[in-house]
């Protein structure tokens, strides 16, 4: 059975960290990924890493203030928050992909977790 968890989001302060995990079952991954989806727009890509190799890929909007890790052990992967802003305000949604690499697009995702909600307020 594929399983992909989303935990750890939450409310916080502008300026504030957070960090939203993800937990996968059921499959192996070539790649996982975090997207967000403020409401009234559209899902937009974060952060990917390569499962093997950990190579890492950011959004404009996020790099030098996220960083994406994960254990592979653990079939984890990990979003660290950092400086957040209001605009970050969104549901986090984890994915695998089973045959990327690592890919920065909707559609090379096989999996797809429920979303964890993080708030960023003023």
């Known amino acids: 059975q594929v399983q992909l968890v989303e935990s750890g989001g939450g409310l916080v302060q502008a300026g504030g960290s957070l960090r939203v995990s993800c937990a996968a079952s059921?499959?192996?991954?070539?790649?996982m990924g975090w997207f967000r989806q403020a409401p009234g727009k559209e899902r937009e890509f974060v952060a990917t890493?390569?499962?093997?190799?950990?190579?890492?890929y950011y959004a404009d909007s996020v790099k030098g203030r996220f960083t994406i890790s994960k254990d592979t052990r653990k079939n984890t992967v990990y979003l660290q928050m950092n400086s957040l802003k209001p605009e970050d305000t969104a549901v986090y949604y984890c994915a695998a992909a089973s045959r990327s690499s690592i890919s920065y697009r909707e559609r090379e995702y096989d999996y797809w977790g429920q979303g964890t909600q993080v708030t960023v307020s003023s």
């Open positions: 059921g499959f192996s991954m070539f790649a």
């Open positions: 890493i390569n499962w093997s190799g950990g190579i890492t």
